[in-house]
């Protein structure tokens, strides 16, 4: 989706209904709260009850989380940036990521509401049990807690400026996917899949223009740069 400009302040409206809209919002606590006893109790169930040794939970725990980057990239590159032709399908798109880019600093909205996540989650715990059956009661966790690492990465990278220095790229990475080229950038947590399938881009290359790196950060701006910034 494409916008005229982006608004650094404000969120957008996704549904008229008061209660519809509320649902829209998450608080990172509520949803770290939700799903840190799957990430804790499953491993253990999977010890206890299903005689998992600790270095096969480890191994399919850490796989999980390694797959999650896979499935972050896939997921932000074709369904988050779905082109949809008919009017319902660009607004499914526009609630489902589209208002993000419209607002980017919009906190409610950096990770996804209770309602919907529980739902997702749930359908690929499944999906993740139907391939590797008890398995999944320590791979699923780790998927999760990858899961969480993204959002939270998210939060911070359009909430905060970067607390290290080799933290630097991830986020100049995904300002320049805001700022600049909507069809770069899509990893978050990770870049790595974006450096395989040939989506990153050249930090190198716009580290040379430090004045219009710097116009791409979520820094403290003049009312006329938030007036006149255009989202791609």
């Not at 519809?20 to 999977?46: C, D, R």
């Not at 993000?100 to 690929?124: E, G, K, N």
């Not at 959002?151 to 909430?159: E, K, N, P």
């Not at 790595?192 to 950060?217: N, R, S």
Request: no cysteine; net charge positive.
């Amino acid at each position: 989706m494409k916008f005229e400009k982006i608004h650094n302040k404000g969120q957008a409206q996704l549904f008229q209904n008061p209660y519809l809209e509320m649902l829209t919002k998450a608080n990172p606590l509520v949803i770290w709260s939700i799903y840190l006893p799957f990430i804790i109790g499953l491993p253990v169930y999977a010890f206890s009850n299903r005689g998992f040794s600790g270095g096969k939970i480890a191994l399919l725990f850490f796989t999980g989380m390694f797959f999650w980057t896979f499935f972050e990239y896939l997921a932000h590159r074709y369904a988050f940036h779905w082109v949809a032709n008919s009017n319902k399908a660009q607004k499914l798109v526009y609630i489902m990521h589209g208002n993000h880019h419209h607002y980017p600093r919009d906190r409610d909205r950096l990770f996804m509401p209770p309602v919907p996540s529980i739902i997702l989650a749930s359908v690929i715990f499944g999906l993740e049990y139907l391939v590797l059956r008890e398995n999944a009661f320590a791979f699923f966790p780790g998927f999760i807690l990858g899961y969480l690492i993204y959002a939270s990465m998210h939060y911070a990278i359009h909430a905060w400026n970067p607390p290290f220095k080799w933290m630097k790229p991830l986020w100049r990475n995904h300002h320049l996917h805001h700022y600049k080229d909507e069809h770069k950038g899509f990893g978050v947590s990770s870049t790595l899949w974006d450096l395989v399938f040939g989506t990153m881009f050249d930090l190198k290359k716009e580290k040379e223009d430090k004045q219009k790196v710097q116009e791409l950060m979520f820094t403290a701006r003049s009312s006329k740069r938030e007036e006149t910034g255009a989202a791609h």
